[in-house]
C-alpha cells in the first residue's frame, strides 16, 4: 500500500514549470560547437517547447512531441514543419520528466542541446537552481487501458500496458560484442526521488568501434570519455570506470523516461523494453496513441481519488 501511493506522488497532480529562467552552456555532441540554453518558465497549456534563437528565416518553435521525432538512430531529434531541428534532448527530456514540468520554454542557439557529462546530474541540478512551480491547472495523464507492443523484427521489443498508478519501466539489455556490458536488468516505479537518486548518474555509452565510424560520418564530434562511458569489448576505456555495475541499462531506462515524456503528460502504465532505442519508442508511442482503444486521458487528482475510493471500498468487503 505504501508503495503504491509512493508511485503516483511521482506526479502532483498539477501542470508544473519552472519558478525562474535558468542559463547554461555547453557542447553538442554530434556537432561539437558550443551551445547557449536557457530554460523558461512557460504557462498553463504551454507545453515543452525548443526555440532555436539561431533561427530568424523561418519558424523556429520546435514542440517537443512524439509527433515531431525525425530521426531516432543514435538520439531524440526532434523537427518542426519548417525543417528546424533539434537533437540530443533525451536526457533532458527524463529530468523535465523526474520532476513533471510539463511547460517550458528551452531556447538554444544552435542544434543540439548540451551533452554536459552524459547523464542527466546536471539539468537535475539546473531544474533545482530555478525552483519548480506548481501552475493552477489539473494535471492529465495518458491512462495506458491494453497492452500495445512493437517489435522491429531484428529482436527489439517494446511494450506498454496497463498498470495501477504511475509509470514502472523494465527495460533490459544484451550486449554480445561487449562482455563489459554485456546482459543487463533494471526496473523502476518513477517516482522524483527515484529519478533524481537512482536513475540521473547514469551516462550514455557507446563502442569504441562506434566511434571511430561515427567519425568518419562527422558525427560525435563533441564526444569525448567526459561525456560517454566508451567501450572495447571486455574493457571500460574511462580511466574513472563506471559510476555503477548497471550504468547501461539505467541510462537506457532514463532515455525511455525521456522519450515518454514527449506525449506531453505522465503514463499510468507499465513499459518494457528488451534491446530497444529511441526509435523503437517513438514506434510504441505513435501506435498507442493511433488506438483510441489503447489509452484514455484522465485527470490524475480524479483518478486518485477513484483509486482510493476503490481502495477503501475493497477494505470494507474484505
Ligand atoms: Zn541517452
Known sequence: MIAEIKTLSAYRCREKTLQNTIPCTGVGLHGGQKVRMALKPAGIGAGIRFVRTDVADRDNVIPASYLNVADARLCSCLRNAAGVSVSTVEHLMAALAGFGITNLT????GPEVPIMDGSATDFITLIRCAGIMDLDAPLKAVKILKEVVYADGKGAE????????????DFMIDFKQSSAIGRQEYSIALTERD?????????TFCMA?????????????GGSLDNAVVVDGDKVLNP???????????HKT??????????????????SGAKSGHAQTNA???QVMADPDAYAVVT???????LQAGRRNARRSA
Open 195 to 203: 529519478f533524481c537518486d537512482s536513475v540521473a548518474y547514469a551516462r
Open 209 to 221: 568501434q562506434e566511434v571511430e565510424m561515427m567519425h568518419k560520418a562527422g558525427l560525435a564530434r
Open 300 to 306: 490524475l487528482d480524479e483518478y486518485r481519488d477513484e
Open 106 to 109: 528551452i531556447e538554444l542557439d
Open 284 to 286: 510504441l508511442l505513435r
Open 240 to 250: 574513472t570506470g563506471l559510476r555503477s555495475e548497471n550504468e547501461f541499462v539505467v
Open 158 to 169: 517494446v511494450c506498454l500496458y496497463p498498470a495501477r498508478e504511475g509509470l514502472e519501466i
Open 254 to 271: 532514463m532515455d525511455v523516461i525521456g522519450d515518454l515524456w514527449q506525449l506531453g503528460m505522465p503514463i499510468i502504465g507499465h513499459f
